[in-house]
């Protein structure tokens, strides 16, 4: 079986794969990319970051092969770690208010948005920020990939977008938060007002006209003008990008995201953008 090169691999230089029982792994899977970053707790600093990109990739099952072969080649993953998080990102994901939450029933919670798949494995994260639990789904023949690893807890992703866009509202006191998190062919949007969360939903586009269309939709159901607010950026998107561009014809208020203040990042992220991989170095929200 062939090898995967990572695209993008940066660590700093006080790394040590010996000392991995003191650090924290976050790692996200979707079809576009394998990415990980590495927390050390010591001193709550980031210190590394692998990517793999990937191809050809149209359903969950054909995440398999090259997970297999990233987990395989990657001595690092092997190693005993003080906790192991995957974060999976799909679009069938519910939110549950705790009042009428019960853990049995994760099944049926999902059945009310979303056809059941034979070899769905049902989860809840418990937010922080909100009184609720999402509720999704991973294939078993996803997380059986990652039976031999300790310590391995699976979130949802949009469960650290939610939980990174309530307190981002609190702690800057901002009556109107409007987030959107990009990837390569989806983008999720979260709202909140009052520092409560008014509006999550991950939307597919192909196009910058699919994806103004979604965002100017949305915010014309709720009753809010473009050009009276501030858009915040998140993820992989640049100034250059034809996102950027035809959201500016729009509203002409836009802000990119930055990391979590709290943590700290090695000298080795200084090229990285501070909006890219919001979602993932965020992870830490939901632990």
Do not use: W
């Amino acid at each position: 079986m062939s090898s995967i090169a990572p695209h993008i691999s940066i660590f700093d230089k006080s790394f040590s794969v010996t000392n991995t029982a003191e650090y924290q792994l976050f790692l996200n899977i979707d079809f576009n990319a394998v990415t990980y970053t590495i927390l050390n707790t010591q001193n709550n600093t980031f210190i590394g970051l692998e990517k793999y990109l990937l191809n050809d990739i149209f359903n969950d099952y054909s995440l398999v092969e090259p997970l297999i072969k990233i987990i395989n080649q990657t001595v690092l993953l092997k190693q005993p770690f003080k906790s192991f998080n995957v974060a999976y990102v799909n679009h069938r994901a519910t939110l549950i208010p705790n009042v009428l939450f019960k853990n049995d029933e994760l099944k049926t919670y999902h059945q009310f948005n979303f056809s059941t798949q034979e070899e769905d494995v049902f989860y809840a994260d418990k937010l922080i920020n909100l009184p609720a639990h999402n509720v999704y789904a991973i294939p078993d023949f996803i997380t059986n990939l990652f039976n031999p690893i300790e310590k391995v807890n699976f979130l949802h992703f949009s469960s650290s977008l939610i939980e990174a866009s309530i307190l981002h509202a609190k702690k800057t006191a901002n009556d109107l938060v409007i987030d959107v998190h990009i990837l390569p062919s989806s983008f999720q949007m979260m709202v909140v007002k009052n520092q409560s969360l008014e509006l999550y939903n991950s939307f597919p586009y192909q196009t910058s006209e699919d994806f103004i269309y979604y965002v100017l939709f949305v915010l014309n159901q709720l009753d809010i003008k473009p050009k009276d607010i501030n858009i915040r950026l998140l993820g992989e998107v640049d100034k250059n990008s034809a996102i950027y561009e035809i959201l500016y014809k729009y509203s002409n208020s836009i802000t990119f995201g930055k990391r979590p203040e709290n943590l700290k990042f090695s000298y080795a992220f200084e090229e990285i953008p501070q909006h890219h991989y919001y979602s993932l170095f965020n992870q830490y929200l939901c632990e």
